[in-house]
């Protein structure tokens, strides 16, 4: 009997539906339209998954396009397995961002991992988070670190220094003095200590060092010639791109509050506060207001209930949310 058009989606149909969209979107593909019809007509359920992935479509392909474009490498990749063996590779261009933004968010629905990249990371990461979850770990010196929800490192100690990577998150350190050097790189920077208690936090834009406390010196790059600054208690600094801003005084209290659960924001970007917020979120958060990110907030809230969370800022902004599938919420 054919289940009327009300009854359950399964995951299979969501997957299908997504890989017409992919056809019918992606500049280098061709619909097949009269397999498509037929896909359509096959089950009553399918228009209606398929009109609903056409409008996470419609809300989702400019953060999509802008998510590509950062992660291009990794996409294309993705996109020629899916398209293989019929597909050459072409020469990059703007039809090509809207191929990866076709394909990001399919990625986005069919296999829960909207950032290929960093499975690729994670091959190479000694420890790792799950959105949400903090972990806390001793390392093999006697240093302690927390790890902050969605983030990896790699563990490197080889009897001269001692080395540690972020690939990505965040972790606070409160580094045991033995007499080797303790030295955290992100993004082609590091900071280096003997003993003290920081922070390291990898954005989308650039990468922060806060000191709890200490002193800690950071260089934009790994050269050992290069300009550095020397933090302590209560300051940080950003580094991208090579180049290292000037400290600021920043309540360290309030930044590393996020261990014991909390996170809190001085005169932040909204922007900001999202992306932190989708740490803990297990789907994916897209803000879709250019000047809503910018505006300035200052606020505190658990960790734990992000939803709870984005409630609360609404009320207090008067933006708009809507849950897609229960995996992306979009804020405009």
Known sequence: ?????????????EQEAWRWLLQRHAPDQTLDEPAFQRWLA??????????????????????????????????????????APRRTQRRRGPAWSLALAACLLLALWTGGWWQPARWLGDLRADHVSAPGQIRELTLADGSQLVLDGDSALAVHFDGRQRRIELLRGAASFKVLRNGLPFVVRAEG???????????????????RVTVASGQVAVRAG?????????????????????????????????????????LAFYQAPLGEVLERLGDYYSGRILLLNAELAARRVTVSFPSADPRAALNALQAVLGFRQRELFGRVIVIH
Do not use: C, I, K
């Open 1 to 13: 009997m054919t289940p009327p058009p009300t009854s359950a989606v399964s995951t299979a149909q």
């Open 189 to 207: 920077g590091e900071a280096r200590v003997l003993g003290t208690e920081f922070e390291v936090r990898r954005l989308p834009r650039e990468t």
């Open 42 to 83: 096959a089950d009553p359920r399918h228009p209606q998954v398929y009109a609903r992935a056409e409008a996470v479509w419609r809300l989702s392909a400019e953060p999509a396009a802008r998510l590509a474009e950062e992660e291009s490498d990794a996409l294309a990749g993705y996109l020629a397995r899916l398209e």
């Open 222 to 262: 790994e050269a050992a010639d290069l300009p550095q600054a020397v933090l302590h208690a209560g300051q940080r600094v950003a580094f991208a791109d090579g180049r290292l801003a000037a400290p600021e005084v920043v309540d360290s209290s309030a930044a590393l509050a996020w261990r014991q659960g909390w």
